[in-house]
C-alpha cells in the first residue's frame, strides 16, 4: 500500500504521470494544493470526532485524507475509476477505515453509501461541471440525511447560493438555498491554488441545513412551479411572467393584490415569504 500528502503541485503531476493521465476538463478536475487552503476548507466545518462526513469527487484525496484524519467516518465518491483505484490503494485509506465509493454522486442512493441516515456532514469541492445539479442533489434530495453543507463552488455560485431578495443574484438557487437552510460566504481560493489553475475564482460555502423550509409551504411542488415560471421571466413584471399560471391577467392581479405584492414588481425584489403566499393563493385558486 502506499500513501501520499497531494497537497503539492509536485505530488499531484508526479501521481498523475505514474497514472498515464491528466486532468480531465469533462469531470472538472482542478486539483486544490494549497495545504493551508485545504486545513481552512476543514475548520470551516466545524467538525468534531464522532461526526461521519460524505465527500463528492475526492481526485487525489487531498481534502479526504484530512477528513479521515477527523472524523469518526469518511464516505468518499468519485466518478474517475482510475482515481478512485488509485485512493484505495492509499495507506491512510486503510488506516482511517475511509470508504471510496466508484461513481457518479448524481445516481447514487443515500442507502448505497453507508452512512448514517441523519446528522451527516458534506464537506466537498465540488466539480465546477456539475455544481448546481449536485447542489440541488444535497438540498432536495439529501438534506434530511445532513447537518450541514461545507462546499467549494464557483464564486458566481456562491453569490447566489448567499442572495437576498433585490439582490442582482436572487433566484431559485438562492431560494433553495435561503428556504432549506442558512448559507454564507466564508471565503475565497484565487485560481493559482489550483492545478490546473480555473479561468475562475471559487468560494467556499457554509450550508446549515434545516429539517423543515424556513418557511411553511402546503404544496412545495406548486411553490417551485411559481418561483421557475417567475425566473424563466425575469425581466418581465410579475403580471406577464405569472399569466400562464393564473390563465388571465384579471385572476393573477386578483390573487398578486391578496397577497399585497405589486402587479408591476419583479421577481428579484420577491421574498421566499411573499413566494409562499403566492403558491397559497393559486392552491385555493385550483381548489374553487
Not at 2 to 11: E, F, G, N, P, V
Not at 179 to 199: K, Q, T, V
Amino acid at each position: 500500500m502506499r500513501s501520499a500528502d497531494t497537497a503539492s503541485l509536485k505530488a499531484v503531476r508526479s501521481i498523475l504521470d505514474d497514472l498515464q493521465t491528466s486532468p480531465n476538463r469533462m469531470l472538472g478536475q482542478n486539483f486544490l494544493v494549497n495545504a493551508a487552503t485545504l486545513n481552512r476548507i476543514v475548520a470551516t466545518a466545524a467538525l468534531s470526532p464522532d461526526d461521519a462526513v460524505l465527500e463528492i469527487g475526492p481526485g487525489l484525496g487531498a481534502l479526504t485524507s484530512r477528513l479521515a484524519a477527523a472524523v469518526a467516518q469518511t464516505v468518499a465518491i468519485e466518478k474517475d475509476e482510475r482515481l478512485a483505484h488509485w485512493l484505495r490503494c492509499q495507506s491512510w485509506v486503510h488506516s482511517t477505515g475511509a470508504t471510496i465509493i466508484p461513481g457518479d454522486a448524481l445516481k447514487i442512493a443515500w442507502e448505497e453509501t453507508g452512512l448514517p441516515m441523519q446528522s451527516v456532514k458534506v464537506v466537498a469541492n465540488l466539480p465546477y461541471s456539475v455544481s448546481k445539479p449536485l447542489l440541488r442533489r444535497i438540498l432536495e434530495n439529501w438534506r434530511p440525511h445532513l447537518h450541514s453543507a461545507t462546499i467549494m463552488v464557483q464564486k458566481e455560485v456562491a453569490l447566489r447560493l448567499t442572495a437576498k431578495a433585490g439582490d442582482g443574484d436572487w433566484g431559485p438557487m438562492g431560494i433553495m438555498a435561503g428556504l432549506y437552510s442558512d448559507a454564507r460566504r466564508c471565503f475565497d481560493i484565487a485560481p493559482g491554488s489550483f492545478w490546473p489553475p480555473p479561468a475562475i475564482t471559487s468560494s467556499v460555502v457554509h450550508l446549515a441545513l434545516c429539517p423543515e423550509p424556513h418557511v411553511e409551504l402546503t404544496d412545495e411542488a406548486l411553490f417551485w412551479k411559481i418561483v421557475r415560471a417567475a425566473f424563466n421571466m425575469r425581466r418581465k413584471q410579475l403580471l406577464n411572467s405569472l399569466q400562464s399560471l393564473a390563465g388571465d391577467k384579471a385572476t393573477l392581479t386578483q390573487i398578486l393584490n391578496d397577497c399585497e405584492i405589486s402587479p408591476d414588481r419583479r421577481p428579484q425584489t420577491v421574498t421566499i415569504e411573499e413566494f409562499a403566499r403566492l403558491a397559497e393563493q393559486f392552491s385555493s385558486l385550483g381548489s374553487r
